[in-house]
């Protein structure tokens, strides 16, 4: 009898952790704020926000995907949040600028393949 008291209490409490991250998981909305593709037409950079209520900050994400794709977290080459006057940019078909005023960056990569193709991210901040 103890043993399966354990296991529903167990089950029960599970159900309720899962409830809430779905629930505050439905309350965010992601949003597409840009989308450059590359002067050779091969790889599009996307710029988009996720926002999850009054008592988070905006995220901002900086993707590089195939043309007409939809990002990923793999896809990602700059995570950050408290931006300022973000500007996504390419240099030519393989170099991607981003500049900013202000940001927090969670995450940065140096560079990410997309396809067969290596794209350089180049990261600067602008002078006050």
């Known amino acids: 009898m103890a043993k399966k008291l354990a296991l529903y209490s167990g089950l029960f409490l599970v159900s309720i952790v899962l409830g809430i991250h779905f629930l505050l998981e439905a309350s965010c ?17 996307v710029l988009s926000t996720r926002e999850c209520g009054a ?19 793999s896809d990602h ?6 931006v300022e006057k973000i500007k996504v940019l390419w240099l030519d078909s393989n170099t991607l600028s981003i500049t900013y005023d202000q940001a927090r960056f969670f995450d940065l990569k140096k560079s990410l393949k997309v396809g067969d193709k290596e794209v350089i991210i180049q990261e600067t901040k602008n002078p006050n």
């Open 55 to 73: 008592t988070t900050g905006t995220a901002y994400f900086v993707s590089l995907v195939k043309p007409h794709s939809k990002p990923d977290k």
């Open 29 to 45: 909305t992601n949003a597409e704020l840009q989308r450059i593709t590359s002067p050779d037409n091969t790889i599009e950079a």
């Open 77 to 82: 080459v700059a995570v950050m949040d408290d």
